[in-house]
């Protein structure tokens, strides 16, 4: 490992509560020039997987009561991995990852960015500017640059999002580092963990047989959307979870993203606002080990599901929990990976010298959705073992934001920027597999260690088309 590496992966491995002595587990190879960039991506990359791939090596020595297997760590499955959206063909088709109306925009002291991927999101984005839901999309785009560019990106940002859409006016990172909602992250750990409640300790089945499945017996609500934490459950259920992935029928998804991050998962549609969809749901909390909840804050709670609500009814629950923005005054807006991107200070980073002349850059993967999905798996791992020695419902919290600020101000400069040509092969971390949506090309998993297994137990299907019961006795 290189210096900066080893760092990283030391500070993530802090964050998620692992025993140091672990760290001599992890060994990285693989090829140079991966994820190019001004910040250390590459770092964060291979950091995330390696501490999420050392998480699930200690609770398969746990159920197996053997030593912990080593983690060898291959940074051109890492960099494979982290643009997997990219690398997704449905039957040859690349699907669309940004719709025409998710860009930037020149404003009149600047630039800012919008997203409008689901309907939503593009029909309140238009209704700011007069335009019906059905505009075409090059008349919305001429229409979008006209208004943008004789205004000032701060009261863009606040009339799109008091109109329920999405837009951030990008700041350079002196500006990000003396706003209000990056100072309300500066005592914030990368990784918040807490323990609520004192459940007696759950002990699962022994762990037999190969491949070596630390999550084999364990059941997971995916209560996620795009794109950090179906990473992360896609990562429970490569790890031999049954994930549950639910989804509200009155909010749009995509079909594409969920054939990305869908595999290992059933999926299930249910009305958590309708009695009968609460009953379903509460009857499959009662089974479950593991919630993940990535809408906006205050969305759950709304309907009683809050952490202590949920640990309270089911006790020695996991739970993993994330948000855009973490603590501070924007931390129940919503938001996505480019608008942190933006906001952080990254875009015109990336963008180097004279970034107002053009428009700002962006990150070669979508790293902190990426990032943060594999550091929430590490943490619902360790949060796993843990419970698994000492009893207790556990909390584990992450934002996409702080996943940032680790990015921009914590992990160390790489040594060897220069060789970060970014020229490589991915063939070699890349396979085919049938579905019911067709032959699916997609990434291999980066989550590594000696025994663990090499692909997914089944493909992702159709939205919503799975019984909302659970597999495993």
């Known amino acids: 490992m290189t210096s900066a590496a080893t760092s990283a992966t030391e500070q993530a491995w802090a964050a998620l509560g692992g025993a140091p002595a672990l760290l001599g587990r992890i060994g990285t190879s693989g090829p140079a020039g991966l994820l190019p960039s001004r910040l250390p991506v590459r770092e964060l990359a291979r950091a995330a997987v390696a501490v999420c791939s050392l998480a699930a090596a200690e609770l398969a020595a746990r159920r197996t009561g053997g030593p912990v297997p080593r983690v060898p760590i291959d940074d051109g499955a890492v960099a494979t991995a982290f643009v997997s959206e990219r690398h997704l063909r449905v039957d040859g088709r690349a699907p669309a990852n940004f719709a025409p109306l998710s860009r930037f925009w020149r404003t009149a002291d600047g630039w800012v960015r919008t997203h409008a991927n689901y309907p939503h999101h593009r029909a309140r984005l238009l209704g700011t500017l007069g335009l019906p839901a059905d505009t075409a999309d090059d008349v919305a785009v001429d229409a979008a640059a006209a208004s943008f560019a004789g205004r000032h990106g701060a009261e863009i940002e606040e009339t799109v999002y008091a109109a329920g859409g999405l837009a951030v006016a990008a700041r350079t990172p002196g500006e990000w580092a003396a706003d209000p909602r990056r100072l309300a992250l500066r005592d914030v750990p990368l990784v918040e963990r807490e323990r609520l409640g004192t459940a007696p300790v759950r002990r699962t089945a022994p762990l037999t047989g190969t491949p070596l499945r630390p999550a084999a017996g364990l059941r997971v609500l995916d209560l996620s959307r795009v794109l950090a934490g179906p990473v992360a459950t896609r990562t429970l259920a490569l790890l031999g979870a049954d994930v549950l992935r639910v989804d509200a029928p009155q909010l749009p998804e995509s079909q594409d993203a969920?054939?990305?991050t869908?595999?290992?998962?059933?999926?299930?549609s249910i009305d958590l606002t309708s009695a009968a969809g609460r009953g379903v749901f509460d009857e499959l909390l009662a089974g479950a080990d593991v919630v993940v909840t990535g809408y906006r804050p205050g969305a759950l709670e709304r309907l009683g599901l809050t952490p202590e609500s949920l640990a309270s009814r089911r006790p020695g629950l996991v739970i993993?929990?994330?948000?855009?923005?973490?603590?501070?005054?924007?931390?129940r807006r919503r938001g996505f990976d480019s608008l942190v991107q933006v906001a952080t200070g990254i875009a015109v980073t990336e963008a180097g010298p004279g970034a107002y002349e053009g428009p700002p850059g962006a990150l070669p993967a979508q790293a902190l959705d990426h990032g943060t999905g594999y550091l929430l798996a590490g943490a619902v791992l360790r949060a796993l073992t843990e419970q698994h020695d000492e009893g207790g419902s556990r909390l584990a919290t992450l934002s996409l934001a702080r996943t940032a600020a680790w990015l921009t101000d914590e992990i160390p400069a790489p040594q060897d920027r220069a060789a970060q040509d970014g020229t490589y092969d991915p063939e070699k971390w890349l396979t085919e597999t049938g579905s019911p949506l067709g032959l699916l090309r997609h990434a291999l998993p980066p989550v590594a260690f000696d025994g663990a297994p090499a692909g997914w137990s089944r493909p992702p299907g159709h939205l919503g088309a799975d019984a909302a019961a659970w597999l495993t006795a």
């Open 258 to 260: 969920h054939s990305d």
């Open 320 to 331: 993993g929990r994330l948000s855009a923005w973490g603590h501070g005054p924007w931390g």
């Open 262 to 268: 869908g595999f290992g998962k059933r999926s299930v």
